[in-house]
């Protein structure tokens, strides 16, 4: 018989404040730069955040609750972009690849145990903020903003050396957070195998 998980109180306030984060990330604004159609945010800095605090399930719940905001209307992207038309154009790619970002995050970093080490940390926001974030986001940047595959991963290059800073910062908060308060480690919410 198939395990569903509950959500309680205290997992629906976590996920609400890392929504919320995501969002608030946004407040700066996106920067296009060399004309790129697709705009450079501070919102994968939340999602590494949301799937190095929360886990894999419950970082993917926070994105998906913001994407959710989001097609109804809200302008909660940066740029105070918001509504279906958000999910036309060639940045579209990147705001889904956050949903399998955050579970990969958290996915590696659930595995370190209730003391997840600094490298696994990195590796796990490398992994997910970035590798699982362009492996969607690259093909349909290409296929919605009309150009080829190896365009779109080349304009992608532009975005590195922010996400590689942002995977860095959101390291040391992840690691700093987790030391000041153990519970923040999403080993700690799993038992014998199975998320409580």
Known sequence: MPQFRVLRTYDVARVAVFAALIAALGLPGALNVFGSAVPIT???LGVMLAGAILGSWRGALAVAVLLALVAVGLPLLAGGRGGLGAF????????????????????????????????????????????????VGVPLWAAVGGITLGQAAWLTAAF????????????????????????????????AGKED
Do not use: M, N
Request: charged share 10%.
């Open 42 to 44: 501070l919102q994968t």
């Open 88 to 135: 036309a154009l060639p940045s579209v790619g990147f705001l889904l690849g956050w949903l399998p970002g955050a579970a990969l995050t958290g996915w590696i970093v659930e595995r370190g145990g209730h003391s997840p080490s600094f490298v696994r940390l990195l590796v796990a926001c490398l992994a997910g903020g970035i590798g699982a974030v362009y492996l």
């Open 160 to 191: 590195l050396p922010g996400d590689l800073a942002k995977a860095v910062l959101a390291t040391i908060v992840a690691r700093g957070t987790q030391r000041a308060y153990p519970a923040a480690v999403p080993a700690v919410h799993l038992r």
